[in-house]
């Protein structure tokens, strides 16, 4: 006698599944009624904090709760460990749609699966009926567990960053995003302790792998960590605000850094507050508000000097040459950033280093010391790719191809110009991103590939007005104007013209609106036109 199969459908599949939801919904609801009635000590020591509970009630819960699942975990896994020959997904030939079936058994991994990601899929579906079984009580202590295990195995817990200090890499790094969450899903004081070293940690190897949107997670989290001190978490407030500045997000690190900085004050930690007012300084630098720059950096060196600390006071005076550097005062920011860069090679900070060289650099350019200035950038490319500070790897290279490109040397400069580009792509750092575009619109433009400078300049004049970069904004739309002159558009060269002069003149910045009127002024004689007027 031949017994023929009869097609899986659908509703079948699904009856399947509800039977033995219903099933075990039942019997857990039985087991969980009859523990609360007979073995009342069952729940009483599985809580132990509810003494005054009913049982009974207690056990009809639970077990209705985990007899669901339990019924869910085994109608659910057979369907995972089937191997039809058609997905349940698949029509029947010539059918309209309305009826799936698989030829005797139902399938829910694709039959093009690869067998390691089918077991792997199968394996997390077992494990996680297996989770939602347990008690929250059991949960935590498994996570608990999972902590202790894995610290064991590479040396115990790593210690708790010291803001004083350059935090020292530990085995568990790469990893501490997910020990993070095993500590938050713990209980105890220990676990959230060792969840804020975590996020610590896991945020510090997000940002030097280039991950800034994952750091800016961690950081934020531990801005409001209780488990923390004061000091601490204005310290993750101030790396959460830098890294929204860096990618793009200006508006919400100014606010983020304000508000940190009144807390800090409030609180009386003057080192946080220095250091608070140094990137906030540079924050204001790069929205053109050179006023309050000037004197926010001047806030901070106060303290920096008070205490000696050689290496912060580097920072913020570098970030001050650049203030005087866009204003103008280019040989005042020559000597700030030679005495910025003492103060680093002095504290033996070679991040500070490298940024304060790369700084100097750009105002040897605006001097046309051009060898000296070409020189100055190769040494402080060579640091950052020493200590692995690819966004500022990346804003040199930049600098670099700018300085070729003035000095003629096309192909280099171009293919600088793309290393650049992706680096900051990569990292998410938009406004150098921009910075970079419009760059190299004007080495399209200077080798005659009009299309593509116009495409780059658009780009880079969206970027920086979306993050607020209102000096590369001025700079750009001057460029692009000589662009629109060379494409026969001489009466909206002159407007974008005029309106990128007028911002370099509310910024301050002689030297460079000089550059610009005197480029202006041949490409018009070459052109035939009158020499445009600022807005």
């Known amino acids: ?54 049982q009974v009630s207690v056990g009809l ?131 959230a302790t060792a969840h804020a070293n975590y996020l610590w940690r896991a945020a510090a190897f997000a940002d030097h792998r280039n991950d800034p949107r994952r750091a800016i997670e961690f950081y934020k989290e531990l801005s409001r960590h209780t488990a923390i001190t004061e000091e601490e978490r204005l310290a993750a407030a101030r790396n959460f605000g830098w890294l929204l500045h860096t990618t793009g997000q200006t508006s919400q690190a100014k ?6 900085l009144v807390r800090a004050t409030g609180a009386g930690l003057e080192r946080e507050e220095s250091r608070l007012c140094t990137v906030l300084g540079q924050l204001y630098n790069e929205l053109g508000q050179h006023a309050e720059a000037w004197t926010t950096l001047e806030r901070a060196l106060v303290f920096q000097r008070k205490a000696g600390l050689k290496a912060e006071e580097s920072r913020a005076l570098t970030y001050m040459a650049n203030t005087a550097q866009k204003t103008g005062k280019v040989e005042q920011a020559e000597a700030m950033y030679r005495h910025a860069l003492s103060l680093a090679q002095a504290a033996q900070d070679q991040r500070g280093m490298g940024v304060a060289l790369a700084n100097l650099a750009t105002v040897l350019v605006r001097l046309k010391r051009l060898d000296e200035a ?17 966004r500022i790897e990346g804003v040199v290279l930049g600098n670099l191809a700018n300085l070729l490109h003035d000095k003629g040397d096309h192909k280099a400069a171009e293919g600088l110009y793309m290393q650049a580009l992706e680096i900051q792509r990569a990292y998410g750092n938009r406004r150098s991103e921009g910075f970079v575009l419009g760059n190299l619109g004007g080495l399209y433009a200077a080798t005659g590939r009009l299309d593509a400078a116009e495409q780059c300049y658009r780009q880079a004049l969206a970027i920086h007005e979306q ?37 370099l003149s509310q910024l301050g910045d002689k030297s ?24």
């Open 255 to 260: 606010e983020a850094l304000e508000q940190a």
């Open 374 to 390: 070409e020189a100055t950038y190769r040494r402080a490319l060579e640091l950052q790719q020493k200590i692995g500070n690819k």
């Open 467 to 503: 993050v607020g970069a209102r000096w590369s904004l001025a700079v750009h739309r001057c460029d692009y104007a000589l662009l629109k002159l060379r494409r026969g558009e001489p009466a909206a060269a002159a407007e974008v013209w005029g309106q990128g002069a007028a911002f």
């Open 1 to 54: 006698m031949t017994v023929t199969a009869k097609p899986m459908t659908l509703p079948r599949a699904a009856a399947i599944v509800i039977v033995c939801a219903a099933v075990g919904a039942l019997v857990g609801t039985g087991i969980g009624a009859a523990l609360g009635q007979f073995s009342p000590d069952y729940y009483r020591a599985m809580f132990p904090k509810s003494a005054d509970m009913d």
């Open 512 to 535: 460079e609106l000089e550059d610009k009127t005197n480029a202006m002024r041949k490409a018009c004689d070459a052109a035939g036109v009158p020499p445009f007027e600022p807005a």
């Open 61 to 191: 819960g639970l077990g209705l709760t985990q007899g669901l699942v339990a019924g869910l975990a085994v109608g659910l896994p057979p369907l995972a460990f089937s191997r039809g020959n058609t997905s349940v997904f698949q029509p029947e030939s010539g059918n309209s749609g309305a009826r799936f079936y698989c030829n005797a058994r139902i399938r829910i991994i694709p039959a093009n699966m690869h067998a390691e990601l089918a077991y792997l899929f199968r394996h997390g579906l077992i494990r996680d009926a297996a989770y939602e079984l347990q008690t929250p009580s059991s949960r935590a202590a498994l996570h608990g567990l999972a902590l202790r295990l894995i610290e064991g195995l590479y040396g115990g817990r790593p210690k708790f960053p010291d803001l004083a200090t350059t935090m020292e890499a530990h085995a568990l790094d790469p990893m501490a995003d997910e020990l993070a969450l095993h500590a938050s899903r713990a209980e105890g004081p220990e676990f």
